[in-house]
């Protein structure tokens, strides 16, 4: 069994403007099929258009909502809804609010472990920044 405190988890933010902010819940090793992430977009952030190649997430926002689209499908997550999206499909995410979305996402490859910080050089062709210093929970 594993239990993992939010706010002792290392924490990334998307090196792009407006970007979200992630906590793994997961750490490296635990599983080579399953990751579970923290992830809070603040308010008018987002990412552009992008997938998660060979995983499929759901998406869980906690407390306030975020913008989904899917093409040209656009859909408001509130509180209480999920988002299935399936191997490949390209997303992009937007919170148009005044307060920031908390959500959970798990993330489901089936037999491949991805190093944290593949899905943001998906979204930026970047790789993110070095793990935060001891003593300070976000890396930026």
């Known amino acids: 069994m594993l239990i993992t405190d939010i706010g ?10 407006g970007g979200p902010t992630a906590a793994m819940l997961t750490p490296g090793g635990t599983s080579g099929q399953l990751a ?20 499929e997430i759901l998406l869980i926002p906690l407390n ?6 899917h093409g040209d499908q656009v859909r408001a997550l509130p509180p209480g809804t999920a988002a299935h999206i399936a191997r490949g499909e390209r997303v992009s995410l937007a919170n148009p609010w005044a307060r920031a979305c908390h959500a959970h996402g798990r993330r489901l490859t ?23 210093p001891p003593g300070r929970r976000d890396a930026r």
Do not use: F, Y
């Open 110 to 132: 089936a037999g491949l472990r991805q190093p944290p910080g593949i899905v943001a050089s998906r979204v930026t062709g970047h790789r993110p920044g070095p793990p935060a």
């Open 36 to 55: 579970a992430i923290h992830v809070e977009v603040p308010p008018g952030g987002g990412t552009p258009e992008h997938d998660h190649g060979p995983s």
């Open 8 to 17: 002792e988890s290392l924490r990334r933010r998307a090196p792009i403007s």
């Open 64 to 69: 306030g909502s975020v913008e989904i689209r």
